[in-house]
């Protein structure tokens, strides 16, 4: 069992920047490929990154390729998405999601592969 808890969201200005952070607790982390997914109102959860258990393999969703990075440090059993150039159509909840496992494929960029998911964090972007 992993427990996850997302922080960093917040209220930010279009063109801005946020980092999310994704701690986890639990079984080790490092055994387990992380992904974040975000869900607007009244719309599906969408792909957004994922990440390896080493950092070495990452995806994105086309939407964020370019301004957003994921990256993990495992020491600390934490994950980040950095994200820049903020734009109002990113606000949404995001979630971060694991799965036992340390490799990505391309399943990895639909929700249903993931085995644990935090509570989300808000993210809002004015414009």
């Known amino acids: 069992q992993v427990h996850m808890v997302e922080s960093g969201g917040g209220l930010v200005q279009a063109g801005g920047s946020l980092r999310l952070s994704c701690a986890a607790s639990?079984?080790?982390?490092?055994?387990?490929?992380t992904g974040w997914f975000r869900q607007a109102p009244g719309k599906e959860r969408e792909f957004v990154a994922a990440?390896?258990?080493?950092?070495?393999?990452?995806l994105y969703g086309d939407s964020v390729k370019g301004r957003f990075t994921v990256s993990r440090d495992n020491a600390k059993n934490t994950v980040y998405l950095q994200m820049n150039s903020l734009k109002p159509e990113n606000t949404a909840v995001y979630y971060c999601?694991?799965?036992?496992?340390?490799?990505?494929?391309?399943?990895?960029?639909?929700?249903?592969?993931?085995?644990?998911w935090g509570q989300g964090t808000q993210v809002t972007v004015s414009s």
């Open positions: 990440i390896s258990w080493s950092g070495g393999s990452t």
């Open positions: 999601a694991a799965r036992s496992g340390r490799s990505l494929s391309n399943s990895s960029q639909y929700s249903r592969w993931y085995d644990y």
């Open positions: 639990g079984r080790t982390f490092s055994s387990y490929a």
